[in-house]
Every structure is written in C-alpha cells, then in structure tokens.
C-alpha cells in the first residue's frame, strides 16, 4: 500500500494513511514522511496500536533521539524508558498523579504555546506522540503553524526581527506559571539557550517564527521590552487561522515538526481521566545561532 496524505487544515497538518508503525520502513516510505512532514509540518496517524519499542524504533527512522527532551523535572522513579517523554498523569504504579504532585504541576507548562526542546542548544526536530488512552472529554493538543505566521507579517516587523536572538529556558516558562522551586541540581541544567527569532528551514527553506513559552531575554533589548514584545508575536502567530486543534483518539500517532509549528495542550479533568500520552523527540541538525552568545 503506497503512502497517501489528505490535508485536514486550510493551510497545514495532513493525516496520512498507508502506513503500519509496527512494521519496519522502507527508504520510500521514510522520505515520503519526511516529505510530507517538511509540506504539512503535522502528520497524524491513526489506529497505530504500538509498543513503547515500536515507537522507539519507528521514531529512529528521523535522526538521533532527544532523550528525556521535556524531563528535566524528574520524579525519581521514572515509569517509562528514559528516551520517552512521559505526558501523562500516571506515576510509575500507573496511578493518576494528585493534585500537588511536582510533576504534574510541572507539566502544567504544556498548556502554554511552546516548540520542544528549545531550551537546548540544539533543538527539537520531530516530536512523535502517541495516545495510548485518552479523556472522553478535553486534553486537545493545538498546532500553530509558524511559517503562516512569519510570512503574515509586514516588512518592517520582518526586517527587525531577522537577526535577533532570544534566551530560552525552562525557567522562563515554569516561571509564567508561578513554578519556581528547583534544587541546584536541576537549575545546573536550565542555563539559557540561545536561539534565532527567525529561522529558515533546511530542506524547503522557508522562514519561520522561533517563538515558544521558554523565550524569557531577546539578546541587547531590555527584558520588559523583549517579553512584551514576544507576547504580541505570540499572540500574532496562534491567531486561529494558523491553528489546528487535535481532538485524539486512542492509537492515534502525530508527529509535528518543532522547526515549523508552536504547540500547546488544552484543559482536561486529570484527576479524574488517564491520559496516557507518550512521547519520543529527534533533535535538529544543529544550534540555531552559530556562537552562544550568553
Ligand atoms: C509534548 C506536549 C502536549 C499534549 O508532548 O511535547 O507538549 O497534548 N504535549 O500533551
Ligand atoms: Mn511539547
């Protein structure tokens, strides 16, 4: 069966059909995703009923794996393979996390817009999530494509924002939300990283807005000013004809491209529902900015 890509959003995501996860893939079927991924920025498949090895496998088809990609506030027993981000609200006992658990309210920092990973200095490239169980009821994951968003803005917002870099960190994020405790451990982890404002995509070469919650400094500006500002580009960018809304189904698999698209989770009852995502990353080809500046 040969790989078909139907397009759900006016502008972006495709749901692709043709394809098993279990089974190994031939080279044809990898650049077909790969095309399809560089085209839609978003893929979705469904009635994927995969294994954690599965995924593991499937996911390495798209480069080297991003492990631990959102884990940096560990629970100390972790209840997946350490290469899986774990977005559920389940402990290693597979009971549903209580209101006051650390991780659970660190997670909270999914429901801002955010592309994976780019608190590191090299970032995310695919993000593959897998529902495994999910609420009857909210918990939609929204997409918002940035390469709309760069390409709707006037000419002097473009000019201006070419060459500017911003500070990313998971602190920045945690810290909209009121999450600020971390033991030096951790915070030896979450030194800003570097990334440009605008970025070009290396196959299409398309332009995109490098936005996401993690951004707290633009490099020279004063922090009032850069955070005001990213606030509007944020606003300006998820504007809803730039977004998908994702309602899942058990076995659904979405990949998106975190060089092209901002991402966020909607509300749902985690206390009383198990949802049970999980998740694997790639990372990109390399930093965005060639020197660190600090
Ligand atoms: C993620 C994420 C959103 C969701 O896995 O990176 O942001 O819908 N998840 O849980
Ligand atoms: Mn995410």
């Avoid at 090299?122 to 494509?145: C, H, I, K, M, Q």
């Avoid at 803005?153 to 945690?174: F, M, N, P």
């Avoid at 951004?215 to 009032?224: E, K, N, R, S, V």
């Amino acid at each position: 069966m040969s790989v078909e890509i139907r397009q759900v959003h006016p502008i972006f995501v495709g749901e692709v059909s043709g394809i098993d996860v279990r089974k190994p893939l031939s080279p044809q079927e990898v650049a077909a995703i790969e095309a399809g991924m560089d085209r839609y920025a978003v893929l979705i498949f469904h009635d994927q009923d995969i294994t954690d090895e599965q995924q593991l496998t499937f996911t390495k088809n798209f480069g080297p794996l991003q492990d631990g990609a959102n884990t940096t506030v560990r629970s100390k027993e972790l209840r997946l393979d350490p290469a899986f981000a774990d977005v559920s609200n389940l402990d290693k006992d597979n009971r549903m996390l209580p209101r006051d658990d650390r991780r659970r309210i660190s997670s909270l920092g999914n429901r801002l817009w955010h592309s994976d990973a780019s608190f590191r200095p090299v970032p995310a490239r695919y993000s593959l999530l897998s529902g495994r169980v999910v609420p009857p009821t909210g918990g939609n994951t929204e997409f918002a494509d940035m390469r709309a968003a760069y390409d709707a803005l006037d000419k002097a917002t473009k000019a201006e924002i070419e060459d500017l870099v911003c500070g990313h960190s998971l602190i920045y994020s945690r810290a909209q939300l009121g999450f600020t405790e971390y033991t030096t451990e951790e915070l030896a982890t979450m030194e800003p990283a570097m990334q440009r404002l605008v970025r070009r995509h290396p196959v299409t070469g398309r332009k995109s807005l490098f936005l996401s919650a993690h951004i707290g400094t633009i490099a020279g500006w004063p922090q009032p000013e850069a955070l005001a500002f990213i606030r509007d580009l944020t606003e300006h960018a998820t504007q809803p004809a730039f977004v998908y809304s994702h309602k899942w189904r058990a076995g659904d698999l979405v990949i998106w491209d975190n060089r092209q698209t901002m991402h966020r989770v909607r509300r749902f009852d985690d206390l009383s529902h198990v949802r049970d995502l999980r998740r694997t990353t790639t990372m990109s080809e390399g930093p965005t900015v060639t020197a660190q500046a600090a």
